[in-house]
């Protein structure tokens, strides 16, 4: 199991421009969040996606939008693209609650998006 | 307000010295708390919670929740545990269990 994975590494755009990062969970897990970790900082609740819903979304603009498939994957859609939103965007990954699997989130190596 | 405030940015250290990453936290319920740490080249990945009470590669840290503080400690540093340090902590009122994190202390072991 390689565990989550996130695609691509790294990413370059340029003001106004629309992104989409893509992130496998780890097997087994049905649950995904995604964080935004700007230079610096700690990573940032964007929101979490189980059962193909958004089921808590952080303090994020409606810019950020995102998609569960029915195979868990995920995306994270960003428009309107503004320097700020560069960052690493991290994807975690966890055990369905009732599953008595633990709830420990295990996260991707991330997606640097640099908007230029 | 929920918050993680982690008050050193970098914390530098010889080999064998002890080792104190602060921790403090807002929260008006009851939080878990967590470690996380990211090694060079390498993902975030969980350290310790306070639930399980264990001791994870010689580092243990305890919920003092009349200092609402979560520090983490290790009585010996070694080189390997050069890295960056994350507190954080879980809302309980709700299932996502979504991580509110500190910014983070980057922990330096000198030889």
């Known amino acids: 199991d390689a565990g989550v994975t996130q695609s691509p590494t790294h990413l370059i755009k340029t003001r106004g421009q629309q992104v989409t990062l893509r992130c496998s969970p780890k097997s087994g897990h049905d649950t995904v969040s995604w964080y935004q970790q700007a230079l610096g900082q700690g990573p940032q609740f964007i929101f979490q996606?189980?059962?193909?819903?958004?089921?808590q979304r952080g303090n994020f603009p409606d810019r950020f939008s995102g998609h569960q498939f029915p195979n868990y994957s995920s995306e994270l859609n960003v428009n309107a693209l503004l320097l700020g939103d560069s960052a690493l965007y991290l994807c975690?990954?966890?055990?369905?609650?009732?599953?008595?699997?633990?709830?420990?989130?295990?996260f991707g190596p991330g997606t640097r998006l640099t908007v230029l | 307000a929920q918050r993680v405030t982690q008050p050193e940015k970098l914390l530098s250290v010889f080999k064998g010295a002890p080792v104190e990453l602060k921790c403090n936290y807002s929260y008006s319920g009851s939080p878990e708390l967590f470690w996380y740490v990211q090694y060079s080249r390498q993902r975030l990945q969980l350290l310790l919670r306070?639930?399980s009470r264990e001791s994870i590669k010689g580092f243990t840290a305890d919920l003092n929740k009349g200092e609402t503080s979560f520090h983490l400690k290790k009585p010996f540093a070694q080189e390997e545990d050069s890295a960056m340090y994350y507190c954080a902590l879980t809302p309980l009122v709700d299932s996502s269990y979504k991580l509110i994190f500190g910014s983070g202390t980057r922990l330096l072991v000198r030889p």
């Open positions: 996606y189980y059962e193909e819903e958004e089921r």
């Open positions: 306070h639930i």
């Open positions: 975690a990954s966890r055990y369905p609650l009732d599953s008595g699997g633990s709830d420990t989130q295990y």
